[in-house]
């Protein structure tokens, strides 16, 4: 599976880029979505991706970079060659999260609540982008014995140039991002219904709660589906990107528990 979706003469259009930009486009969908239930103009979404959006790609690629600069320190200008790939989840989220922050506090607007709408395109995207790290390759699971038996359990094979150093011998492979898309878009309908029922005043939470709910379960899915990385190591309990899931899920529960008031459902 190569990188080039399709070409159009000298131009080519590459297969991570068309996938960002769906995942973006889905995410103002639903977003637009959540704007009407909460009765919210849909001008500061446009104005908080305007904002979020490159913050959110410039931390990204530095996250990466900072942590695989062996790939770089050679050639520095692969840096610039976002259509390889190579960027940081962690870095995505607190570049946007930094953005919108900056936004609200520049026009008075509470970050909670706007966090709380913008919840579900979040988790919309994540697994749009995750589902398109599986069919690119991009992110190998452990790998499965040769001669795999027809037992109809989810296997991925890997092509053999994007097979990792030292497994080439191996064909298939958990596929681990495919586990990771398949969660998320539960998350996404999870936090959808939570949402809607938040903006229609059936539970009464705090702002925020939604937003916080989300994150925990996504810091959830990635501690759990770590343990079948290619680069978990034998003999150690966690690796760093667990480690960051689990500080991440418990810093949600910290406050969740402390923004949340008393559930009050109201029936009608």
């Known amino acids: 599976m190569g990188l080039i979706a399709f070409s159009v003469g000298d131009i080519s259009l590459y297969l991570y880029g068309i996938l960002l930009v769906i995942a973006i486009f889905m995410g103002l969908l639903v977003t637009w979505v959540y704007v009407r239930l909460y009765g919210e103009s849909f001008a500061p979404v446009v104005d908080m991706m305007l ?74 995207g994540l697994a749009i982008h995750q589902l398109g790290i599986f069919f690119m390759q ?68 705090r702002d925020g709660c939604v937003f916080l709910l989300g994150v925990f379960l996504l810091a959830l899915v990635r501690f759990v589906c770590g343990f079948f990385y290619l680069s978990t190591i034998p003999m150690i309990a966690f690796h760093t990107g667990q480690i960051l899931s689990a500080m991440l899920a418990l810093v949600c529960v910290g406050f969740f528990v402390r923004r949340r008031r008393r559930t009050y459902f109201h029936w009608k």
């Open 51 to 124: 904002w979020g959006l490159p913050v959110g790609l410039l931390l990204s690629r530095m996250g990466y970079v900072l942590t695989h600069w062996t790939l770089y320190v050679r050639n520095p200008y692969d840096i610039l060659c976002l259509w390889y790939g190579g960027l940081s989840l962690y870095g995505a989220a607190m570049g946007f999260l930094l953005g919108i922050w900056v936004y609200c506090r520049k026009h008075d607007l509470s970050l909670w609540y706007w966090l709380d709408i913008l919840m579900p395109a979040i988790v919309c």
């Open 138 to 205: 991009m992110t190998v699971g452990l790998p499965l014995p040769p001669g795999l038996p027809n037992d109809h359990s989810l296997a991925e094979y890997i092509e053999y140039s994007y097979r990792p150093s030292g497994f080439e011998n191996y064909e298939y492979f958990k596929p681990i991002a495919l586990y990771q898309a398949g969660c998320q878009f539960l998350i996404f309908m999870f936090v959808c219904i939570t949402a809607y029922r938040q903006s229609q005043n059936l539970f009464f939470w």
